[in-house]
């Protein structure tokens, strides 16, 4: 790649963006630079410079102006102010920057804030709050199954995915929905009481 | 004024299967402490963690989610190379990025490990400030480095430090990269440490054992990396920081900027982990928060800086790798003579942990014992504390020898170690344990399960230190609504201390822990100490108890009068004020404030000084059993069970929590975690979480804690620590497990695959290497 200066901080790219999206024509990609729905060739290019974004999180749409290389977890973090999903590995490995795309569970540290317009996003912050705690973060809470709290969110996150899909998983399904998440403390086996112990009251 | 007299009472203390009475002189003013005859309605209960609710809905502010108006983020810069001299840095490109708005560089003129601080920036975003530290151009003169310990201690090494130019150390001899053996540790009372005659000891042995044990550095890996939000209003400094300390926070940076420290305010409300590693200003191998407070008074804005996880990995301290050779001989029964511990551990920089804990104080009886400890230098991040710093690698080597030595003797490890302790606790220990892992479960012949998937079980001890903080103090305020506040100004890392004080202080006032709102992490408040060493609960908690005790000598001053009774004959229970000897007659709790002639009672009580207790030391007993692919190499433990005494347990919910969370992190050592170096480059293989592996969900196994009855005195809550001794034992149990399972012996951790393959090839018990 050109050398960044800061001259030139963006130097043109070898192949443009329109070229490198004809060529490669990812899909995922794609749906990220252009409006959503549409994957046409005609695709917009969208930056260097911030450019408005509507978000739809939590329920309520929200227009944030970033940066298209900003990542969702960001986008969220210092632009809505909502800082539940927590920044700690930026590479996907602990979950503990969890939230639900279209109801399933993403690591917002490795998606652009582009490629969630036109989707959903639910933050732990949209599960419920201190004073009407969700199933899953009443159980979290009677469970003890926390300590420090910083991969809480990300694992209230995964577990409430987890119990939408199956509401009844065996310990060897809690394990693997969970196995995504990093917990440095070691709470895991209160976790697990916990996904039982709100599974248990679905009924 | 002259000194008021200590008080004395006699307490039942110690097991409960087997009670002591204890005569202890707590000072005036002190509480008579809670024994084993005290009959507590709220402490030992089983309280939800207050701040719960706000951890699990994403409303909890850690120091990464503080943003303040106008406020710059901050990037650092670090040596690429790990040694060499600094020839020129050039932030001028960083600087002319628009959006950067200052920059610092260091005054070093050597690089001593990839990693070291160079340069920081601050920019209006965070990703302005990404792009500007990939800028700044660092030009090192590259010199000779070393970074693996067992070549550091060859003469040939190259030098980490100069002759005449190593860091204030111990005062220890040093040959090249090694300082040692080191003068005896001052930390703890209850070290035991060299003495008798080893050579002697070995004599009269009938087996002796020898063997070195290895482990590697191990990073802390906490997930809420290090970092600060630096904000400067004229000369004050407030400083969000994540932290295991915030007074001595507040103290480094008044002194980096001569300030009084009453302008320095230091505030960590939520923490996310720290293990050792936030017990610094900064970190052990960076000063980022004092760059960013200069960041901040050069910009006129708050400054954030937070390290990046590859940073954390590789700058914030770690565990030391250790190399130690332990000979330990014993009579024919059984009797322990002799434990010789020679340690040569990697301290990185900086001045390494110390090993020899375990073999000095595991085994008074035993007559004579030799500790050698040594420093080795290499080109790597500097080491730091890190949960009970040394005893895991020590008690590793230690109990894993004394396994291999029961087993040539032919006597059963737990009958082995019972012979040889005289712990009170400890030896209350190994029937619960057993029947708790089903010990009788375990192969007579190690490695005689059949088929290629073997099971097997071990065991092991640990131990720690009753360690604590005298300068501390609680403040409690009951307000005329009836609501209750309590402030302390230690910071709470994950082990519930909030919850703990309100349950200390409920216990005295009659209510219950969430009836009580508790403020922490504050230099605004009063003074608590930092919290390393298993110190938080037994330094701040008998300081809550008297405070709560004040307020509820005052309310029950109050309403006596009210109640027709004295105040001594009023019972504090259930949310009311009662004559104890007729219950029927109380007072709401609410009620009784609502006498107070004016808005608020403020209690503020310190510390007292400790007195007698049972043990200066903690024990600790693990059994595990595991599950031995010997075709694959792959280890998983299926089954920890923990035996533990911490005094007092405040809270039963969390104190288990917690000692099963100090159970996977030892399990997370023994079977995966390795730092691992660039031989070539001297930089980090893998400073993220993905190689570096930690266990995880899917990695994890039964737990079983058991929390043994039994106060300890010393202070009068009679509790004491609990963070480090529920880690010490677990790898040395763990490895003695995969002994009994396959019949092979390994020595060296992490347990990975490719080690016990070429274990089990080189003992031809199949595998490859």
């Known amino acids: 790649m050109p050398k960044r200066t800061p001259e030139n901080p963006n130097p043109p790219l070898p192949l443009s963006r329109r070229t490198f999206l004809k ?181 | 004024m002259a000194e008021q007299q200590d008080q004395a009472f006699q307490v039942k203390v110690g097991p409960a299967e087997s009670p002591l009475t204890l005569t202890v002189h707590p000072a005036a003013g002190d509480l008579r402490p809670w024994d084993n005859d005290s009959r507590l309605r709220t402490v030992k209960g089983r309280h939800q963690r207050l701040e719960a609710p706000q951890k699990v809905t994403g409303s909890a502010k850690y120091t990464y989610d503080v943003s303040l108006p106008g406020m710059l983020w901050a990037k650092m810069v670090r040596a690429p190379i790990p040694a060499g001299r600094i020839l020129r840095i050039d932030t001028s490109g960083a600087e002319r990025l628009s959006g950067v708005k200052a920059v610092w560089t260091t005054d070093a003129k050597l690089v001593r490990f990839a990693g070291q601080d160079i340069a920081a920036v601050a920019a209006v975003s965070q990703e302005i400030a990404e792009d500007a530290a990939r800028l700044v151009e660092v030009q090192v003169e590259a010199t000779p480095f070393v970074t693996d310990l067992e070549e550091a201690m060859t003469p040939k090494a190259p030098l980490v430090y100069a002759e005449g130019q190593p860091p204030a150390l111990a005062k220890a001899p040093r040959q090249g990269n090694v300082v040692g053996p080191l003068p005896p540790p001052t930390l703890g009372g209850a070290r035991g440490g060299t003495r008798g005659d080893v050579e002697k000891g070995l004599a009269e042995a009938a087996t002796i054992h020898e063997a070195t044990y290895r482990l590697a550095v191990h990073t802390h890996a906490v997930l809420e990396t290090h970092g600060v939000v630096a904000h400067w209003e004229g000369d004050r400094l407030t400083a969000y920081a994540s932290t295991q300390g915030v007074f001595m926070v507040r103290a480094a940076l008044a002194e980096a900027f001569d300030l009084d420290r009453k302008k320095v305010r230091v505030i960590s409300e939520h923490m996310g982990g720290g293990f050792g590693s936030k017990l610094y200003p900064s970190a052990v191998g960076s000063a980022f928060a004092i760059v960013a407070c200069r960041l901040a008074r050069q910009t006129g804005a708050p400054v954030k800086l937070m390290l990046d996880r590859h940073e954390e990995q590789i700058c914030t301290g770690n565990a030391p790798g250790a190399q130690m050779t332990v000979r330990i001989g014993a009579t024919a029964d059984g009797t322990l003579t002799a434990i010789h511990h020679r340690a040569y551990t990697e301290g990185g920089i900086g001045q390494s942990a110390r090993t020899g804990g375990p073999a000095g104080s595991m085994y008074p009886e035993c007559p004579n014992v030799k500790i050698e400890e040594h420093d080795v230098f290499t080109n790597a991040g500097p080491t730091c504390a890190l949960r009970a710093p040394g005893h895991p690698q020590g008690a590793f080597a230690l109990e894993c020898a004394m396994d291999e030595l029961a087993h040539r003797l032919g006597i059963d490890p737990l009958e082995f170690r019972r012979k040889n302790d005289a712990h009170p606790f400890r030896k209350a220990y190994y029937d619960v344990g057993a029947k708790a892992i089903g010990w009788h479960r375990r192969n007579r012949v190690p490695g005689a399960t059949p088929g290629p998937k073997k099971r097997g079980i071990g065991m092991a001890h640990g131990n720690w230190y009753v360690l604590f903080r005298e300068a501390v103090a609680v403040e409690v305020r009951v307000h005329r609504d009836g609501s ?286």
């Open chain 2, 484 to 769: 209750v506040e309590l402030f302390h100004g230690a910071q709470d890392l994950g082990t519930g201390i909030r919850t703990a004080l309100a349950a200390v202080a409920a216990e005295e006032l009659g209510l219950r822990p969430a009836d009580i709102t508790v403020h922490v992490g504050d230099t605004q408040y009063p003074p608590g100490g930092t919290s390393g060493g298993s110190t938080t609960t037994n330094s701040s908690a008998p300081a809550a108890r008297l405070a709560a005790h004040q307020a509820r000598t005052r309310l029950a001053a109050l309403v006596a009068p009210l109640l027709k009774a004295k105040p001594e004959e009023l019972d504090f229970v259930g949310g009311r004020i009662a004559v104890t000897a007729e219950p029927t007659r109380t007072v709401s709790f609410r009620e009784a404030a609502q006498k107070m002639p004016g808005e608020v009672i403020v209690c503020v009580a310190d510390r007292k000084k400790q007195f007698e207790a049972v043990r200066q030391d903690l024990a600790a007993t693990q059994f595990a059993e595991v599950e031995v692919d010997v075709e694959t190499g792959v280890i998983r433990v299926l089954k920890m069970v923990g035996v533990h005494n911490c005094g007092t347990p405040i809270n039963l919910l969390t104190a288990e929590n917690q000692l099963v969370g100090g159970q996977i992190q030892g399990a997370s050592w023994a079977l995966y975690e390795h730092r691992t170096l660039d031989r070539n480059l001297g930089t980090m293989v893998n400073p993220n979480l993905e190689a570096y592996k930690i266990l995880g969900p899917a990695d994890m196994f039964e737990a079983v804690p058991i929390l043994t009855e039994g106060t300890n005195a010393g202070n009068n809550t009679s509790a004491t620590g609990m963070a480090e001794p529920v880690f010490v034992p677990t790898l040395a149990a763990i490895a003695n497990a995969v002994f009994n399972a396959t019949g092979v012996r390994l020595r060296e951790l992490p347990m990975t695959p490719d080690r016990v393959l070429a274990a089990l090839a080189a003992a031809g018990k199949g595998g490859s290497p």
């Open chain 1, 23 to 203: 060529t490669v024509g990812v899909g995922a990609a794609a749906a990220g630079l252009v409006a959503p729905g549409a994957r046409t060739a005609d695709a917009a290019v969208l930056g260097p410079d911030a450019v408005p974004l509507p978000l739809k999180v939590n329920g309520a749409t929200h227009t944030v102006v970033v940066e298209p290389r900003v990542t969702l977890l960001r986008a969220l973090r210092n632009h809505l102010g909502l800082t539940g999903a927590k920044e700690v590995c930026e590479r996907g490995a602990c979950g503990a920057c969890t939230v639900l795309f279209d109801g399933e569970p993403v690591c917002a540290c490795l998606m652009l804030a582009v490629d969630a317009v036109g989707h959903e996003i639910v933050t732990v912050e949209g599960l419920g709050t201190p004073e009407r705690l969700s199933p899953v973060q009443a159980a979290f809470v009677e469970c003890d199954a926390l300590q420090c709290g910083f991969c809480t969110p990300g694992f209230v996150v995964a577990s409430t995915a987890l119990l939408a899909k199956n509401p009844k998983p065996n310990p060897e399904e809690i394990k693997a929905g969970l196995a995504g998440n990093l917990c440095r403390c070691g709470t895991y086996s209160r976790i697990f009481d916990a996904v039982r112990t709100a599974a248990g009251r679905r009924g």
